[in-house]
């Protein structure tokens, strides 16, 4: 699987309550942060240190995340469902598959809800990417992105086709009334890969 775009068949994550989706109602503008206040906010937080200190970040307005871009992954084209708000993608070498990673916004998830919510999603999601496969959660635990609840919930994915790829989300409570999410999808599920997507993830912070 070669993710160089965005499938444009959206997901239907299972409602929690009073129905939080992964959806929001604009099409994407994705923002490069070279420099400036996110950035800044985000080398305080996290430190020079950090693996992928110093590189371009997007900053998601609509999410009300950021999240930095590694060496030789490429923002998408704004070609995306409205399920997600923005996206990062890179072709494996020899383009024996890719990887991508998304962002979106969804509606409260009580903190009681997040983790369950977060394995919900991820399995639709796991489903959406691979319709004819399998998946089955290899981790499960609750974190924190900027101070906030969240929730990292990760899969194993079979394609169907005895590939092997993996899923990975963390679901934020941004505040009280949203949440926001960033959702890796590799395959084939390279060390290295693996490795790369999830700086992306533990790179994250609140705009």
């Known amino acids: ?6 499938p444009q068949r959206p997901p239907h994550p299972p409602r929690a309550r009073r129905g939080p989706a992964l959806a929001s109602t604009l099409i994407v503008t994705l923002v490069l942060a070279l420099a400036g206040g996110g950035y800044a ?8 240190d950090e693996p992928l200190a110093g590189r371009p970040r997007v900053d998601d307005t609509t999410a009300g995340l950021s999240y930095a871009v590694p060496e030789g992954w490429q923002r998408g084209d704004g070609d ?9 993608t890179h072709e494996h070498p020899g383009a024996e598959g890719g990887s991508v990673v998304l962002a979106g916004r969804g509606d409260a998830v009580p903190r009681s809800e997040l983790g ?3 394995e919900r999603w991820a399995r ?17 635990e609750a974190t924190t992105v900027d101070g906030r609840p969240a929730h990292t919930v990760t899969l194993k994915v ?5 590939g092997t790829g993996r899923l990975r989300m963390t679901l934020i409570a941004v ?6 999410f960033l959702l890796s999808v590799v395959q084939p ?3 290295a890969e693996k490795r790369t997507a999830d700086l992306v993830l533990r790179s994250a912070a609140l705009l």
């Open 1 to 6: 699987m070669t993710m160089t775009s965005v």
């Open 41 to 48: 906010a985000w080398r305080t937080l996290h430190g020079e």
């Open 80 to 88: 995306l469902i409205s399920s997600f708000t923005s996206s990062l």
């Open 116 to 118: 369950p919510s977060a």
């Open 124 to 140: 639709s999601n796991a489903v959406f990417f691979h319709p004819e496969g399998r998946s089955a959660v290899t981790e499960s």
């Open 158 to 162: 079979t394609d169907g086709e005895n």
């Open 175 to 180: 505040s009280d009334d949203r949440t926001a």
């Open 189 to 191: 599920a390279t060390e």
